[in-house]
C-alpha cells in the first residue's frame, strides 16, 4: 500500500513540475522568459514551449497585436489666438521590439500606453498652440495630425522603446464648456435675429400682396360695374325706345299698361293695406269699368 502511494505521489510531482516547465504561447501575444530576473529568450511564433521551472525561470506575455489608446485627459489647451480647446483623440501602435519595451517600460501594455498618452498630449498641445481654431477644424486639420504622428515617433524611437506607432487621429476640438455656453448663445441670439428679419421681410412682403391683390379687385370690381352700368344703360335705353315706339302706336294701351304696372307696384306683398274710395279715385277707374280698359285697343 506504502508503494502504491508513494508512485502516485511521485507520479503527481513529476506532473506538476512538467506542467510548470512547459507552456503555450498565443499567435497573438510574445513569450518572454526570464531567467533570475533576467530576459531570457523571446518567443515570437505560437506553439508549445519548454521552460526550467520557477524558481529558475518564469515567463510573461505581451499582445503583439495593433493596440487602441484613447484620450482621457480633460485640460484644455491654448490655440496660437489663446483660445482654450478640449481635444479627443485616438493612438493606433504596437510593440515590435518585446525586448526593448520590457527593459524600457516593464511588462505591462498599460505601462507604454501611459507614456505614449503623455508624449502624444505634449505634441498636441505644441502643435495646437501653432495654429487658429479655424484651421484646427478646416485646412490644417490633416497636417497638424502628421506633425503630432511624427513627433511622437521620433521621440519614441530616440527613447528605444520597442514602440511601432500606426497612427493618430484628433476626434474633436471643442470650447471648453464655459465658452461653449456663450458661443451658443450668441448662436441663438444670432439665429433670432435672422428669423426675426425674416419675419419681418415676410410680413412686409405679405402686407405688399395683400394691398395689390386688394387694388386690383376694386379695379375689377370697379370696371365691372362700370360695364355693367354701360350694358344697363344701353339696355334701358333701348327699352325706353321700344316702350316709346309701341306707346306711340296706341295711347290707351299705354296708359293702361301703365295702370296695370301701378297695381303691380302697390300690390306686391300679401301684408299690403291700402285704403281708397274706389268711386271717387282715378287710381281705380280700370276697375269701375269706365276707363281705358272699356275702350277699344286700336290694332
Known sequence: MNRIGFIATSLLVLLALLSSMLFVVDQRQFGVVYA???????????????????????????????????????????????????????????????????????????????????????????????????????????????????????????????????????????????????????????????????????????EKIRADADRQREVTVANAYRDAQKIKGEGDAEASRIYAESFGRDPQFAQFYRSLDAYKASFNKKSDVMVLDPSSSEFFKVFRGNGVADKPVKK
Open 36 to 206: 533570475l530576473g533576467q530576459i531570457k529568450e523571446v518567443i515570437t511564433e505560437p506553439g508549445l514551449n519548454f521552460k526550467l521551472p520557477p524558481p529558475f525561470q518564469d515567463v510573461k506575455y505581451l499582445d503583439k497585436r495593433l493596440l487602441t489608446l484613447d484620450s482621457t485627459d480633460t485640460e484644455p489647451l491654448y490655440t496660437a489666438e489663446k483660445q482654450r480647446l478640449v481635444i479627443d483623440w485616438y493612438l493606433r501602435w504596437r510593440i515590435t521590439n518585446p525586448t526593448e519595451y520590457i527593459r524600457a517600460l516593464g511588462v505591462d501594455e498599460a505601462a507604454g500606453a501611459s507614456k505614449l498618452s503623455q508624449e502624444v498630449r505634449n505634441a498636441f498641445s505644441e502643435e495646437i498652440g501653432k495654429r487658429t481654431v479655424r484651421e484646427l477644424i478646416s485646412s490644417k486639420r490633416e497636417e497638424l495630425m502628421s506633425e503630432v504622428k511624427r513627433e511622437v515617433l521620433e521621440k519614441v524611437r530616440a527613447r528605444n522603446w520597442g514602440i511601432e506607432v500606426i497612427d493618430v487621429r484628433l476626434t474633436r476640438a471643442d470650447y471648453v464648456d464655459t465658452i461653449t455656453e456663450s458661443v451658443y448663445r450668441r448662436m441663438e441670439a444670432e439665429r433670432k435675429r435672422v428669423a426675426n428679419e425674416l419675419r419681418s421681410t415676410g410680413g412686409a412682403e405679405g
